[in-house]
């Protein structure tokens, strides 16, 4: 992949990864949502959604929000 490819891609990763942050913060305060939390057994699917989407996101620029819930040497 060309440099400009790499560029372009870290671009949209990182912008998906902030649209996602900003939605599972919830500004609108439950107004605007995909799936209204409301509803029995999938009002929440979009959360859980959004959630992985984050998490590779971050992955894909080495962090690893797993490593945070391991325990340490000693422990």
Same mark, same amino acid.
Do not use: H
């Given at each position: ?16 990864? @902030?649209?996602?942050? *900003? ?6 305060? &439950? ?5 209204? $939390?409301? +509803?029995? #057994?999938?009002?929440? @699917?979009?959360?859980? *959604? ?6 590779? &996101? ?5 962090? $690893?929000? +797993?490593? #945070? ?7």
């Amino acid at each position: 992949m060309t440099d400009v490819g790499k560029l372009s891609r870290s671009f949209l990763v990182w912008s998906v990864c @902030i649209a996602l942050a *900003v939605y599972l913060m919830n500004p609108t305060a &439950g107004e605007l949502e995909l799936l209204p $939390d409301r +509803a029995p #057994f999938y009002g929440n @699917i979009d959360e859980v *959604v959004a959630t992985v989407i984050l998490i590779s &996101g971050l992955r894909y620029f080495g962090l $690893d929000v +797993a490593k #945070f819930f391991q325990k340490g040497p000693g422990e």
